[in-house]
């Protein structure tokens, strides 16, 4: 089972915060509101820091709703954007069924550092590592948020792919040629993997594609920022800081 990410070490919170936080967790694993009620007033429950992600996810899928083709995410974990980007996709484009949601992990955690990466608390071999079968029960959680929006009979545009970056982003390219990626999120943070999914996905970009840096000036995951800008210094794209979220880092392609 995965170790946590969010322990002491990973997080900037002080004691106090985080007695709060058990607190908050304390006030939801006991709530006075069960079921479906419960999942519809979720809200009570979420903090400023994860609020902030969902309102990450919508800037995003703004910026490319005009763009066709995929949307994808290296480094899926739990699988929480991939979800979002599903019910994103049924707010703002209903009709769209050529939407594409790829998302791409071990599903067994961090692998694959190299003498460009820093590995820590949070970023070890195993780090993140789901459930045996976690990839089977986000399947069908996919599936299950595609059926409840409109047009739900016609599920089948999420695709999950199992392994190591490094060997499944050009293989992915390979047996899917027609690709184009609207949006690549990008969360691994490691070199070697980063590098690999970068450059299969480079010919598959297009003007105003959108690349998501999670950690690029974050020198805990240096690999990142060193295989962009390998890749794509002779690329033209703007990039800037997002709004709201300012460790994570906009890249948009420019023709
Ligand atoms: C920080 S987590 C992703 C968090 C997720 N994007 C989110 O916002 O909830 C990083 C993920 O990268 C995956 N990962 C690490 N090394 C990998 C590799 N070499 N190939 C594929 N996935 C990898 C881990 O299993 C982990 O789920």
Aim: charged share 25%; net charge positive.
């Amino acid at each position: 089972m995965a170790k946590k990410k969010f322990d002491k070490e990973g997080s900037s919170a002080n004691d106090a915060q985080m007695k709060m936080r058990q607190k908050l967790e304390a006030m939801f694993t006991h709530s006075p509101i069960q079921g479906e009620e419960l999942m519809f007033n979720l809200g009570l429950y979420t903090r400023s820091s994860l609020l902030v992600k969902f309102l990450v996810m919508h800037e995003l899928y703004r910026r490319i709703k005009d763009i066709p083709g995929a949307l994808m995410e290296f480094g899926v974990w739990w699988g929480q954007n991939l979800v979002l980007l599903e019910n994103l996709r049924a707010i703002h484009e209903p009709f769209n069924k050529q939407r594409q949601i790829v998302g791409f992990d071990t599903f067994t955690g961090y692998t694959n550092f190299s003498g460009k990466d820093k590995k820590s608390g949070a970023l070890s071999d195993g780090t993140y590592a789901t459930p045996k079968d976690y990839k089977a029960y986000l399947e069908d959680l996919l599936e299950l948020h595609e059926s409840l929006n409109i047009l739900g009979h016609a599920t089948g545009n999420h695709t999950l792919v199992k392994g190591d970056l490094e060997k499944t982003a050009p293989k992915y390219f390979k047996d899917n040629p027609e690709t184009i990626v609207a949006l690549a999120y990008f969360d691994i943070g490691l070199y070697k993997p980063t590098k690999a999914a970068l450059l299969a996905i480079k010919p598959h970009l297009v003007p105003g594609s959108v690349i998501l840096f999670d950690e690029l000036t974050w020198k805990g995951a240096p690999g990142e920022a060193i295989a962009f800008k390998e890749l794509f210094k002779d690329t033209r794209y703007s990039i800037e800081k997002c709004e709201y979220y300012p460790s994570k880092s906009i890249v948009t392609i420019k023709s």
